[in-house]
């Protein structure tokens, strides 16, 4: 995890309900990579809530080996991600015990 200066913000249009034309945003980054060099990379989301002004720092997540996408770091998508992660554990052991019981074991 690292900062990330916003150096671009692209413009996406979708059609949402009603045929009205949304516009969601994608931040553009640039952040230094281990070496020293600079690199840039587009957010890996984008919404209508994503438009940072130019110049702005935000906390990002890079994979160096393929840093043209970056996702931003976030508390929320962090705290949702770990609810996520613990539903579908619970999940899988509830299917675990359902079949066991059904094979009489």
Not at 70 to 85: D, E, H, K, N, Y
Not at 91 to 105: E, H, R, W
Request: charged letters at 15%.
């Amino acid at each position: 995890m690292g900062h990330g200066t916003v150096v671009e913000v692209k413009e996406i249009y979708n059609v949402g309900d009603g045929g009205k034309q949304k516009t969601s945003y994608q931040p553009i980054f640039e952040f230094a990579a281990p070496d020293g060099k600079t690199l840039r990379g587009a957010a890996g989301s984008f919404g209508q809530s994503n438009r940072y002004p130019a110049g702005s720092q935000r906390e990002v997540l890079v994979d160096f080996d393929k840093p043209d996408m970056v996702f931003m770091s976030s508390w929320l998508r962090l705290v949702i991600g770990a609810l996520m992660t613990v539903f579908g554990l619970g999940c899988i052991v509830f299917m675990s015990f359902a079949v066991a019981a059904m094979l009489g074991g």
